[in-house]
């Protein structure tokens, strides 16, 4: 039986520049498990440092690397009874590519507005609005 202590995950808002050249465009990425559209993020390894987690989940999630920039307000919910805390950072997306795995089926780029409509939680959405407050993007 599992304990009632914290859950410790972390991810990243994870953007790029739009490949048109005007603004930027935002990673949804949907998770079969839980037919949802969310951020990069998962749970932490005993003894991981938050941001290396957030990093490490990105890629694993999404095949990208990327470059970790403003630090987003943290997320707190509960999962069956516990408190999960969940830590967020701004990260600009690097080289990669999206490889459909047990975990996460879609990738979808999109205007941060879309993403705040496609996106499952509100919260989610309002970790997009972090992002666009955290610019500049220029």
Known sequence: MSGSGTIRAAGCVLWRRAPSGGGIEVCV?????????????????RGEDALAGAVREVEEETGYGCVPGAVLPTVRYEVEGRPKVVSYWAAEAV??????????????WLTPGAAKRVLSQGRDAELVEALLAAGPFG
């Open 29 to 45: 990425v949907h998770r079969p498990k839980y037919d949802d559209f969310s951020h990069p993020k998962g749970k932490l390894k």
């Open 95 to 108: 080289e990669g590519r999206f490889a459909a795995n047990d975990e996460v089926d879609r990738l979808l």
